[in-house]
């Protein structure tokens, strides 16, 4: 069992930066590659960046790619999605999702999931 919360979210302004973390509680945190992902209104959820369990591979959506970084830190059990040069169009509630082994792109592989976090970016 693998408890995921997620904070940081908020209202920015476009061209700002937001960090969003998630925090995780439960036994072998590294063994599960995090996922986060996000819903906009009226839309499916979609994958925005996954990081391995040991934190040694990435992987992003095209929509993001260089202006997210996404980072864990297996001491203290929690995950950071830095997210730079925020448009309109990144507005969506974000969630955190575990996975035993690698992380995944496919929001069915996941078994854990956060409550998620509203970012909300005016233009």
């Known amino acids: 069992q693998v408890l995921l919360v997620e904070s940081g979210g908020g209202l920015v302004q476009a061209g700002d930066s937001l960090r969003l973390s998630c925090a995780a509680s439960?036994?072998?945190?590294?063994?599960?590659?995090i996922g986060w992902f996000r819903q906009a209104p009226g839309k499916e959820r979609e994958f925005v960046a996954g990081?391995?369990?040991?934190?040694?591979?990435?992987s992003y959506a095209d929509s993001v790619k260089g202006r997210f970084t996404v980072s864990r830190n297996n001491n203290k059990n929690t995950v950071t999605l830095q997210m730079d040069s925020l448009r309109p169009e990144d507005t969506a509630v974000y969630y955190c999702?575990?996975?035993?082994?690698?992380?995944?792109?496919?929001?069915?592989?996941?078994?854990?999931w956060g409550q998620g976090t509203q970012v909300t970016v005016s233009s």
């Open positions: 439960g036994r072998s945190f590294s063994s599960y590659g």
């Open positions: 999702a575990a996975t035993p082994g690698e992380a995944a792109t496919v929001a069915i592989w996941y078994d854990y």
């Open positions: 990081i391995s369990g040991s934190g040694d591979r990435s």
